[in-house]
């Protein structure tokens, strides 16, 4: 049995599910996400808690029972409290800004590098801390935008300049030895 599977989801206050046929509609406080899941699982609602249950114990089937509750959770979650993820930029002369709603990178580059957010997605930018802070509802769609903004710099090994996670350990090394006489 998938443990994560078996798991039952508990609906917090102010979030509504709506079942289709192997469809799941999640509204919130903060938004809206629909997921479609496959038809071999199968999505109930008893009051607040939710359960996913499937139709045999095949492999696939059962990879699908774990995917799907996982899915329904990260949607609960997202419309009620949301998402975030922390990019921190490192670096003499590197510095995140906001221009409206876009982000701007200035990472070592002869011209500033501008980062539009998609659709459900905001940008918070500390500038004395240099963090950059993306939200949204959407858990997928979050770590997607951060992994692209990490994307533009990464971080270099040697220095360690460049954008990285919070928290995120960067391997230094320790750079060529100089000439011997």
């Given at each position: 049995?998938?443990?994560?599977?078996?798991?039952?989801?508990?609906l917090?206050?102010?979030?509504?599910?709506?079942?289709e046929?192997?469809?799941?509609?999640?509204e919130?406080?903060?938004g809206?996400?629909?997921?479609?899941?496959?038809?071999?699982?199968?999505?109930?609602?008893n009051?607040d808690?939710?359960?996913?249950e499937?139709v045999?114990?095949?492999?696939?089937?059962?990879a699908?029972?774990?995917?799907?509750?996982?899915?329904?959770?990260?949607m609960?979650?997202?419309?009620?409290?949301?998402?975030?993820?922390?990019?921190q930029?490192?670096g003499?002369?590197?510095r995140?800004?906001?221009?409206?709603?876009?982000l701007?990178?200035?990472?070592?580059?002869?011209?500033?590098?501008?980062?539009?957010?998609?659709?459900?997605?905001?940008?918070?930018?500390?500038?004395?801390a240099?963090?950059?802070?993306?939200?949204?509802?959407?858990?997928?769609?979050?770590?997607?935008v951060?992994?692209?903004?990490r994307?533009?710099?990464?971080?270099?090994?040697?220095?360690?300049?460049g954008?990285?996670?919070?928290?995120?350990?960067?391997?230094?090394k320790?750079?060529?030895?100089?000439?011997?006489?």
């Amino acid at each position: 049995m998938s443990r994560i599977g078996q798991m039952p989801i508990k609906l917090p206050e102010g979030v509504k599910v709506t079942i289709e046929e192997n469809a799941v509609r999640v509204e919130g406080p903060k938004g809206n996400l629909e997921q479609i899941f496959r038809p071999e699982i199968s999505v109930k609602l008893n009051q607040d808690v939710l359960t996913v249950e499937r139709v045999n114990d095949e492999p696939q089937i059962r990879a699908f029972h774990g995917l799907t509750r996982a899915l329904i959770n990260n949607m609960v979650v997202g419309v009620s409290a949301g998402f975030e993820k922390v990019l921190q930029v490192e670096g003499v002369g590197y510095r995140p800004d906001m221009d409206g709603k876009d982000l701007i990178l200035y990472v070592g580059f002869s011209h500033d590098v501008r980062v539009s957010p998609p659709e459900g997605i905001t940008f918070e930018v500390d500038t004395r801390a240099r963090l950059i802070r993306v939200q949204g509802i959407d858990k997928q769609l979050v770590g997607h935008v951060a992994a692209d903004i990490r994307k533009i710099r990464p971080p270099e090994p040697y220095k360690g300049k460049g954008i990285r996670y919070q928290g995120e350990y960067v391997r230094r090394k320790a750079g060529k030895a100089g000439k011997v006489a």
